[in-house]
């Protein structure tokens, strides 16, 4: 879909559809929807004085025009968006209400549509930000996977042109700043979502290494280097290693570099993602139920890589590493058994008291070596656990962290962008659970609060260095379509890394 900005008015644009606004409990409609209302006769005042439009969140009535039936006005329907009580707009709403608009008109086939930014200056919100809300929401939302569905049922190739219309001339530098942001981010989320979409039997390891590269051929100043299971040997990595051991898939390690500030190589942050292609739980196997969701293993993975797309893109003035250390974790004849002990990139010895606790073995040796690369910040993002998804459900993402201010820095980030954040303590009652008898520490710390001993695991690799773990078990799905979220991959935490290294490389 592409977004323009244009100036003129509304019932000029030949288009498909016209799509207003009305705020819920308003009489009269005003601004550009009392405009196209007059041009129409005054049917929007009319549905709203019979009760069909009445403002509400998620409503949308589409209006027919067809034929010209009014002299003078182009647009082939008027489309009336609810947004709500103007007392609790803001720019989730605007995000929601795009997202709507724009999975409607795929479904009814409308190829170009014209808009207006949906409030601008109401509770202080500026026409950039309005802008680029608006369209995030309709790239986002619009957003479908369906390259495995041969036949299609009706015309669904969706938006072709989506016009922001504004009279005001002096607005239209900010529109276009904003769509060229939400372009941005939103490239990037739908490119971590085709990811997690794409089945384990496609998305290898090795698939994940290639696309990474294939995402950063295209945007300079961004590299990415694969790296084989023989580095990880050198290294010392027997903690990843050890889960990769099972699986025919060869590991990849996947770094990949954006210098946004080499004067001062120690402005950094480390972005790191768990990368694991299909989580069958090893010889700790899980339940068939248990893995249907586990081709979307490496949603952190594919979150970090993406984020640093749009990092990239966007410039900010800081050094950024995206790192992922990939591979499947399966059960077979060279699979890794539980009570083995491994012996971590750190030094440190490891039980292996579960296998299915695969993934803080992986982050083990992320940390350990972001920190040899010289990382000063680290935040990872990880399908972890469970238990996540058993403590705050799919509303929010977890955050664990050694770091007051970093963990605000990122909380606040996902606010922008509309990602709640919780973040969970790191308490030392949790942390003992992972005490092990017969190594330096046990890769699983029992069902009590298995959201806080896996981060706590992992937080034993970060050490001093600041540090966020987000867990994502609860977020990276969605189980049905609802505002800018499709169902499917959300594509989580993409926005928020980038809008985290955006703030942060502001700063100065
Ligand atoms: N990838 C899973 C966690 C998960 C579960 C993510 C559901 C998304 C949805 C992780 O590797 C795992 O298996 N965790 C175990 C840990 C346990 C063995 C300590 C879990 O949560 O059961
Ligand atoms: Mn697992
Ligand atoms: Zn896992």
Redesign the pocket.
């Known amino acids: 879909m592409k977004i323009e900005a244009a100036t003129g008015d509304l019932s000029k644009q030949a288009v498909d559809a016209a799509v207003v606004n009305i705020f819920s409990g308003a009489k009269r409609p005003g601004g550009a929807t009392g405009a196209v209302d007059r041009a129409i006769g005054g049917v929007i005042t009319d549905l709203i004085g019979r009760g069909e439009v009445r403002g509400e969140k998620g409503e949308i009535t589409v209006v027919h025009t067809v034929g010209k039936a009014y002299q003078g006005f182009e647009p082939a329907r008027v489309i009336v968006a609810g947004l709500g009580k103007q007392s609790e707009f803001d720019l989730d709403a605007v995000r929601s209400v795009s997202a709507n608009v724009a999975r409607l008109l795929r479904t009814i086939g409308a190829r170009t549509a014209a808009t207006v930014v949906h409030g601008a200056g109401v509770g202080g919100i500026e026409p950039e930000t309005a802008a680029e809300a608006l369209a995030e929401g309709a790239l986002l939302g619009h957003y479908l996977f369906d390259k495995y569905k041969s036949k299609k049922d009706r015309d669904d190739r969706g938006l072709e042109t989506l016009r922001i219309v504004e009279l005001d001339r002096s607005k239209s530098s900010a529109f276009q700043r904003g769509i060229e942001r939400a372009e941005t981010l939103s490239s990037a989320a739908s490119l971590a979502r085709d990811l997690v979409n794409e089945p384990a039997n496609v998305m290898t390891p090795t698939k994940l290494a290639e696309a990474a590269q294939t995402a950063a051929r295209g945007i300079a100043g961004l590299t990415c280097e694969i790296l084989d299971r023989g580095y990880a040997e050198k290294q010392g990595m027997r903690a990843y290693l050890g889960v990769a051991q099972g699986s025919v898939e060869p590991p990849r390690i996947i770094v990949m570099r954006y210098r946004g500030d080499a004067r001062r190589p120690k402005n950094n942050i480390w972005i790191v993602g768990k990368g694991?292609t299909f989580?069958s739980?090893g010889l700790?196997l899980?339940p068939s139920d248990?893995m249907t969701?586990?081709k979307?293993?490496m949603a952190g993975g594919a979150a970090v890589i993406s984020a640093i797309t749009a990092i990239a893109t966007l410039k900010p003035k800081m050094n950024v590493t995206a790192l992922v250390l990939a591979t499947e974790?399966m059960p077979s004849g060279s699979a890794q058994r539980v009570g083995d002990v491994v012996r971590a990139m750190s030094g440190k010895y490891i039980e292996i008291a579960?296998t299915?606790?695969?993934?803080r073995l992986t982050l083990a040796d992320a940390l350990t070596y972001a920190k040899q690369e010289g990382a000063q910040r680290i935040v990872d993002v990880a399908?972890?656990?469970?238990?996540a998804?058993v403590a705050l459900g799919h509303g929010n993402t977890a955050a664990f962290s050694n770091n007051d201010e970093l963990v605000e820095r990122v909380i606040a980030a996902g606010k922008q962008r509309g990602e709640p954040i919780w973040r969970l303590p790191l308490d030392s009652i949790a942390k003992k659970q992972n005490e092990s008898k017969i190594a330096d520490i046990k890769n699983?710390g029992g069902r009590a609060a298995?959201s806080i001993t896996?981060a706590h695991f992992i937080g034993e690799f970060a050490g001093d260095t600041p540090w966020v773990h987000l867990d994502i078990?609860g977020t990276?799905l969605a189980d049905s379509t609802t505002g800018w979220t499709p169902e499917g991959a959300t594509g989580v935490m993409v926005r928020t890394l980038t809008q985290l290294a955006l703030d942060l490389g502001a700063r100065r």
């Open positions: 694991i989580d739980g700790s899980k248990g969701q586990m979307g293993d974790n579960n299915d606790a695969e993934g399908t972890l656990t469970g238990a998804v699983t298995g896996g078990a990276f």
